[in-house]
């Protein structure tokens, strides 16, 4: 049986309203769909109104959504369970804490009153999906669609299938979040960190290092990427920028002419752990990147700079 | 003694035209400055003329420059020999060839003929201050002064001194490239690939890793970036990021919920090696990466993009 048409999705159920929760629906909502949501905490409608408050100007203001909020609100439910939330939705995404019985229990739940040609996806980024589908009446269908922070704003989307999920399914999971504005990208393997976390670990493990042994402060770190290669990143992933970088001879030649260099910066690369003495430099580092900014003022600088190159890199390809 | 203060530059001397001394002279002469050039190519004039043309309408559209080329160009002179380029420069950059033969003589050349007042930078990304300082005469006063390419867009500046610099030549180099504009660090320790380098080489592994495990294609790999954590670092460095991403608890709260999923991550990072088996699978990731687009198409998407980037990061702070 095929899986219903991307076209003919018009409801999202969403379990779980914590920040990736809420953030799911103002996507979704933003995208002109309704949303069944649930969460078992009672202050959710509030939380959610509040969240959704703060998150549609930037949704307007990037052209993703065209709704006022009081429109978009009014395709929005609130249900006493997972199984209501799912009743009826065409699309179910996962978002609750991540404890697996927690997990695997609401799960159960949604596939137990969802038809089989119904995708189902959990945005955990630390359970697989072979463990999450082991009870499922219909496993097949179950994938991680794991967002990047917050998911109303950062494109990315991981979809992973386990052992029982169909190609089907993930293929169906890909194409749908395409159709609703994500760039949804395929991790052929279940991997601890999927793969932009395992992306950021090393990063952030090379610049913990560099602070411990002194070469570079947490500030000047920082500020090697945001003024360096994090602005090239925002345009284009490692890979096509090592290739322009390399100039006609592309990445061939970037090999084989920075590779030895590649290599023995590979060979200087620290592997630390995190110690409390690293904690509490790191955490003492940042507090003088700060310095007299407070963290609404920092939140604010940060959300405005992200709206502009969101905006910028909106129409790249 | 000190150095000449910031506001007495006037005149820079560029030491090597290649893409990199090019770009420095564009930057340079956007912000005002006197440009005395040379290289032992006979088409520098042309080729620099060429350059400037490409780059000047970026640098008006940034802000970063106001005269208009012809306005630029006028300051520009063009010369015979590293003495002659640096006789009467108030600063040099040295840009030549990454051969350690080749700047050292320079590098001296440069030194015998600029007063003691004046600091020296090299552009270098591959060899250390203490060893090419070794047979100056004033080795106090240099400094590795290492852009991002193309140094005319990417702010980064990282500064390293050698074991003969003094702290001031270090200092003096920091404020000059701020007051001229650009982003200056302090790399404290000479390691190699200084910190940039090491932190795209770290991250860079881990993508090859991925790709060479099947995880994810190189165009999965490189979205994974450009449309998630690359987004962010435009913004801010990995620590601030992950600062705010820890809530009114901060970094702290951060490595306290986050450490250990980010330990288990760290121990299942790979160290694949360059071997041309992996390097056949990643340049022909790229090729499918890249589908029709053509070269100049990429370029053209690349530096578009990159300039909304810059536009959209310039007041960040």
Known sequence: MPFI???????????????????????????GLKVRLTDPSPATPELVRTYLEGAWPALRQLGVAHATLEQAASRLSFHASAAEAATGADFVQESAPERAAIKQALL???????????VIASSTSGFGVTEMQAEMREPQRLVVGHPFNP???????????????????????????????????????EVPGHIANRLQAALWREALHLVQEGV??????????????????????????????GGKGGMAHFFDHLGPNVEKWWADLGTPLITPELRDLIVGGVDEEIG??????????????????????????
Chains 1, 2 share one sequence.
Request: proline share 5%; no cysteine; aromatic share 8%.
């Open 5 to 31: 048409a991307h076209e003919a999705v018009k409801t999202i159920g969403i379990v779980g309203a914590g920040t990736i929760g809420s953030s799911w629906a103002a996507w979704f909502l933003a995208r």
């Open 151 to 189: 998911p109303h704003l950062i494109p990315l989307v991981e979809v992973v299938g386990g052992g029982r999920t169909s190609e089907a399914a993930v293929q169906w999971a890909i194409a749908f979040y395409n159709h609703v504005g994500k760039r949804a990208i395929h991790v052929r393997k």
């Open 216 to 245: 570079g402060s947490v500030d000047d770190v920082d500020a090697a990427i945001a003024y360096g290669p994090g602005l090239r990143w925002a345009v284009m992933g490692p890979h096509l920028t090592f290739h322009l970088a």
């Open 292 to 317: 007299d900014r407070s963290y609404e003022e920092l939140v604010e600088q940060r959300d405005q700079t992200l709206l502009r190159v969101l905006a910028a890199t909106a129409k790249r390809e």
């Open 108 to 118: 159960e739940e949604i596939d137990a009153v969802l038809p089989p040609d119904r």
